[in-house]
């Protein structure tokens, strides 16, 4: 069974750019969440997406957005990039709303 | 004050040790508890998920809940080097929603 895939994999961006990011969920996975991982703050939730619906929404200012499709697929939107966005993003699946999470290998974002 | 606490380390042991790697946490309605292993440049794995407390053992890990004390560890016998990885501790309230541990640094030296 194939995990959970990010893309991209490396992206570098400037100030003020805007950037999407892609997961695809481990195939029957319905559940969704997005995660911000630097090295001060640990991992931290950004939101989650269940059947297209944002279930969950951590505290991060509202440049953080995202979305679901009907196939589960999700992405989540940066805009107006800061320097502060540097860091690891992780999408992770689940099967149910309340269950393990299954994360993909991340996207490093770096602004510059 | 952070919700979930975890000693960043760093952690080095000699090959064979037993490691003993914990989390504390503030919120009594934390729910299910859960250990993921974290190598570098790669997303987290999950080692452990539980939802009582007790003991709950796989192969060489074992992961150990103590809800009076809000105190979670996990315990990995005879260590190997393949187990040198960053170690996250986390947990799930109401609501579905994760919060994890800042991780642990663990290195096996052979």
């Known amino acids: 069974k194939a995990g959970v895939t990010q893309t991209p994999r490396y992206l570098i961006k400037t100030r003020g750019q805007q950037v999407t990011l892609s997961c695809s969920p481990i195939?029957?996975?319905?559940?969704v969440s997005w995660y911000q991982q630097t090295p001060g703050q640990g991992l931290q939730f950004l939101f989650e997406?269940?059947?297209?619906?944002?279930?969950n929404k951590g505290n991060f200012p509202g440049r953080f957005s995202g979305r679901q499709f009907s196939n589960s697929r999700s992405e989540m939107n940066v805009s107006t990039l800061e320097l502060g966005d540097s860091a690891l993003y992780l999408c992770?699946?689940?099967?149910?709303?309340?269950?393990?999470?299954?994360f993909g290998p991340g996207t490093r974002l770096t602004v510059t | 004050q952070k919700e979930v606490e975890q000693d960043p380390g760093p952690l080095s042991v000699p090959e064979g040790a037993i490691v003993s790697l914990n989390c504390t946490y503030s919120?009594?309605?934390?729910?299910?508890f859960m250990w993921y292993r974290q190598y570098s440049r790669k997303g987290p794995e999950l080692l452990m998920y539980?939802?009582?407390?007790g003991n709950k053992e796989d192969g060489r890990f074992t992961a150990q809940v103590d809800k009076s004390s809000k105190y979670i560890s996990l315990f990995i016998r005879d260590s190997q080097p393949s187990d040198s990885a960053t170690y996250l501790c986390?947990?799930?309230?109401?609501?579905?929603?994760?919060?994890f541990g800042t991780g642990t640094s663990l290195t096996v030296i052979p």
């Open positions: 992770a699946s689940s099967l149910a709303r309340v269950g393990e999470q299954y």
């Open positions: 195939s029957g996975h319905r559940s």
């Open positions: 997406y269940f059947s297209e619906t944002q279930r």
């Open positions: 919120n009594s309605a934390f729910q299910y």
């Open positions: 539980t939802y009582s407390s």
């Open positions: 986390a947990m799930i309230r109401t609501g579905n929603q994760f919060y």
